[in-house]
């Protein structure tokens, strides 16, 4: 167990319709980094908040949008969605704002699903 | 363009034997690489990092080397155990510490 909750674990929705996935940091976590992961294929890096702050930009498309609330907790906001948006979207943490030596604690991942 | 490449989806190993993981980057930028461990319906966990002033570094049965002329790294596990049956992810950091990953191997050892 990292300590990074994320929830709902899965997600199936329509096309065209908007969804919010919600992370939890480990506690004393500053950062919380989130990361699309398609069928078969890497992780690929969204977007980077630090205490409240945005602080990295990823391939983020213009439907998505996330914010990091004063606890810390962070929110990834799915719009218009798409067939193409089903993957895994994985939330991590990290001590601090971003640096080299950083390691990434990561949740367990929602499996957003949409038809 | 892909900075961080993992050209083997997958590995078969039997146990005992050494489980050797490639990953070539493009970036110079990048300072600190990491390898990830991913078990399914798991997110990944962080297994062993080298600073790019290193060429080594060691943990147990876990050796990373990089070769930075060569923009190169590697895993090696020895000796390779069933429960490291999983999906190895390559990390690249930058100074501001933008993490860029692999595609991942899958990595089977065989009993």
């Known amino acids: 167990d990292s300590g990074v909750t994320q929830t709902p674990k899965h997600l199936i929705t329509a096309t065209g319709q908007r969804v919010t996935l919600r992370c939890s940091p480990r506690?004393?976590?500053?950062?919380v980094y989130w990361y699309q992961q398609s069928l078969d294929q890497g992780l690929q890096f969204l977007i980077q908040?630090?205490?409240?702050?945005?602080?990295a930009k990823g391939n983020i498309l213009e439907r998505f949008s996330a914010q990091q609330f004063p606890d810390l907790h962070s929110e990834l906001n799915l719009s218009s969605l798409e067939l193409g948006d089903s993957a895994l979207y994985f939330c991590?943490?990290?001590?601090?704002?971003?640096?080299?030596?950083?390691?990434?604690?990561f949740g367990p991942g929602t499996r957003l699903t949409v038809l | 363009d892909q900075q961080v490449k993992q050209n083997s989806p997958s590995l078969s190993v039997q146990e005992g034997r050494i489980s050797i993981l490639n990953c070539d980057y493009t970036?110079?930028?990048?300072?600190?690489f990491l390898w990830y461990k991913k078990y399914p319906a798991e997110g990944p966990t962080f297994l062993i990092s080298?600073?790019?002033?290193?060429d080594k570094n060691e943990d147990g049965r876990f050796t990373v080397f990089l070769n930075k002329s060569a923009k190169h790294l590697s895993l090696h596990i020895v000796p390779s155990q069933p429960g490291d049956s999983a999906v190895y992810f390559c990390?690249?950091?930058?100074?501001?510490?933008?993490?860029?990953f692999g595609d991942g191997t899958t990595l089977t050892v065989k009993p």
């Open positions: 970036n110079s930028m990048f300072d600190y």
């Open positions: 506690s004393g976590d500053l950062s």
């Open positions: 990390a690249a950091n930058t100074n501001a510490g933008k993490s860029t």
């Open positions: 908040y630090y205490n409240g702050e945005e602080r």
């Open positions: 991590a943490s990290s001590p601090q704002q971003g640096t080299s030596t950083d390691t990434q604690y």
């Open positions: 080298i600073s790019s002033i290193k």
